[in-house]
């Protein structure tokens, strides 16, 4: 296999577009990198266009067992480069020398499944990456199988958000719209809202929550809209004791979810 040492070289400038948004949303490819989102990706059937890895770098034996394995059944897909190269194309002061090209996957509204949906969390306009990517994560953690992002969030696809997500974005069904077409669809299918805003009178550890139920939650700086609020059946609240008057929003999202999972695991999805 010929290794590619220059950061001039067509392909390495392709991956390198990744790294912005527009180049992301033209190809629908993103970039990842790291020996456990690779592998992780990898064994949950995420759709590699390339593998990328540097032999310099790549000192772990499960990484290379990937490359090996791989370059067997897609030696077209396997891109060998130098140090130089891969170091190029990383986001980290410490590459592994591990990389990879994947195909974005997303999902329509009507593909979701709602006899099995459980909880689904709808996110406006997340702006913070890092945000979104751990919500990601605290989301599979607590059993979320779907995410909706509505109208201009930020791209769950982002270097940042990938790395928040610790991988937990493969294991989530990503859905994008509008905020108007989530409302008429999720007011067609009678889907339980519960939108959490610092108002509202019901305390979010008192509130009842079904087993089938979206959570709705605002952007970082305005919370939820006076018109997201109205599309709710039930508005909650986290009490503030101190002097800060709101949570960043990845917290609060947590906070919220695992009180539904533990209503759910205990009482089946009512209080005694």
């Not at 995420?46 to 059944?73: I, M, N, P």
């Not at 996110?123 to 909706?148: F, Q, W, Y």
Request: hydrophobic share 40%; glycine share 8%.
């Amino acid at each position: 296999m010929i290794e590619v040492t220059s950061t001039a070289n067509p392909r390495i400038k392709e991956v390198r577009r990744l790294h912005i948004r527009k180049g992301r949303d033209e190809t629908g490819l993103a970039f990842i990198e790291g020996l456990r989102i690779a592998i992780e990706a990898f064994e949950l059937g995420v759709d590699f266009k390339w593998l990328v890895y540097c032999d310099a770098l790549l000192t772990s034996q499960a990484g290379r067992k990937l490359v090996e394995h791989f370059s067997q059944k897609y030696l077209d897909k396997t891109l060998s480069v130098s140090e130089h190269v891969f170091r190029y194309l990383s986001g980290k002061d410490g590459p592994q020398g591990l990389a990879a090209v994947i195909q974005q996957r997303w999902f329509e509204l009507d593909e979701i499944d709602l006899e099995g949906m459980g909880i689904i969390i709808a996110l406006d306009e997340i702006a913070d990456p890092g945000n979104l990517g751990t919500i990601l994560r605290t989301a599979d953690s607590a059993g979320a199988r779907t995410v909706i992002l509505l109208d201009n969030c930020t791209d769950p696809y982002d270097p940042t958000s990938i790395r928040a997500s610790m991988g937990a974005l493969f294991n989530i069904r990503l859905v994008k719209c509008s905020l108007n077409d989530f409302i008429l669809w999720k007011s067609h299918e009678q889907i339980h809202t519960v939108g959490a805003a610092g108002a509202a009178a019901t305390d979010y550890h008192s509130a009842i929550y079904p087993k089938q139920m979206i959570l709705l939650m605002g952007s970082e700086r305005q919370g939820l809209s006076d018109q997201e609020m109205q599309a709710c059946d039930q508005l909650v609240s986290i009490p503030m004791m101190g002097r800060s008057d709101s949570l960043n929003v990845a917290m609060a999202t947590g906070i919220i979810l695992y009180e539904i999972l533990n209503q759910h695991r205990e009482h089946g999805g009512r209080k005694e």
